[in-house]
């Protein structure tokens, strides 16, 4: 990751399009109000959409990484969600204005040999883009996407062209993905899955007993049990100003530093977005974020300050 403390780009950008894509899911095309080249970005990747103040939410990028005249998300609404994709849904009209930052990419394809790709429901949308870089490379791959129907599930249309490596398993037609035979896999393919919280920890579970298998996965919320822990006080040290803070047992780093005065983007304040993921130069922090890997946990030189803590008496931050 490491992408902190740079805060990608800032643009208010025109709805050009709005367009339902299955039930209940919206996809939004925008673009640059004087027609300029929007910012490059790789599969993956994810933007922030500021829908008003106090309300910003982060999406997957749907559409094609190779055109610049625009940017793509697929939204869900969700009626007992935190606000973000009603508004989304009921709000936002063509030809508005949107305020977006980014775009970032917590979830980067990497090179392998071959790709097996789960997506459940929503979670289709940064897989879109994976499936076209990897299809385009000629690579080995193939996926299995899941849904309640198949009404349900976005983009089958845009799927329909690859008949031969795509199965399509709508849960009132198939029942639930058969997650022991599908991840009967070894190390030279890469696993890519991302959907519903269910389907991420069925898929952690099945493959933590094969030490070869490691699932690149992305949430839409945090893993449950992911910021428990013990809570106690320590201090921040903040590299640029020389500042220490004193972040106590019932405060969050980013709240402390916040009222300091210091300058840090942040967005959903549960440790899955990577929005306010900020450089580590000395202590040891206490991770509970959902969003790093265990080797990057072990490297102890970033960390996501919304949630998580310190398990040395100060840590100082490149801030």
């Known amino acids: 990751m490491k992408n902190a403390p740079h805060p990608g780009h800032e643009l208010d950008l025109v709805l050009d399009r709005k367009e339902t894509v299955a039930d209940d899911v919206v996809r939004l095309t925008l673009r640059h109000p004087d027609g300029l080249p929007l910012p490059a970005w790789e599969p993956g990747a994810h933007l922030d959409l500021v829908l008003e103040p106090g309300l ?25 969600g935190r606000g973000g994709s009603r508004y989304v849904h009921d709000a936002l009209a063509e030809g508005q204005r ?7 990419n917590h979830f980067p394809l990497v090179e392998a040999k071959r790709y097996l790709f789960i997506a459940g429901g929503i979670g289709i949308t940064p897989i879109l883009p994976m499936i076209t870089r990897v299809a385009e490379a000629g690579g080995d791959w193939r996926l299995v996407y899941g849904g309640r129907t198949r009404s349900s599930m976005a983009f089958r249309d845009e799927l329909a062209r690859y008949p031969e490596r795509v199965d399509i398993c709508p849960q009132d037609e198939r029942g639930l993905l058969d997650l022991a035979t599908l991840l009967d896999e070894d ?3 890469a696993i890519y899955c991302c959907g519903p919280e269910a389907l991420l920890d069925a898929v952690e579970r099945q493959c933590a007993n094969r030490q070869a298998v490691v699932p690149h996965v992305e949430r839409f919320a945090a893993k449950e049990g ?3 822990g013990p809570r106690a006080a320590f ?18 780093i980013l709240d402390v530093v916040e009222e300091s005065g210091a300058e840090i983007l942040s967005s959903c304040r549960e440790g899955t977005c990577g929005t306010c993921e900020t450089p580590v130069l000395s202590g040891k922090p206490d991770h509970r974020d959902s ?22 008496p100060r840590l100082v931050l490149d801030l």
């Open 291 to 312: 969003l790093l890997t265990g080797e990057e946990r072990d490297a102890c030189d970033t960390m996501m300050i919304c949630v998580s803590r310190s398990r040395s």
């Open 226 to 228: 992911s910021a428990d």
């Open 56 to 80: 910003i939410r982060q999406y997957s990028l749907c559409g094609d990484p190779r055109d610049s005249s625009l940017l793509q998300v697929a939204v869900l609404r969700e009626e007992a």
């Open 98 to 104: 949107v305020h977006v930052r980014g775009p970032r």
């Open 187 to 189: 190390a030279d393919t």
């Open 235 to 252: 201090e921040v040290e903040l590299a640029r100003t020389g500042a220490i803070l004193e972040v106590p047992a019932d405060r969050s």
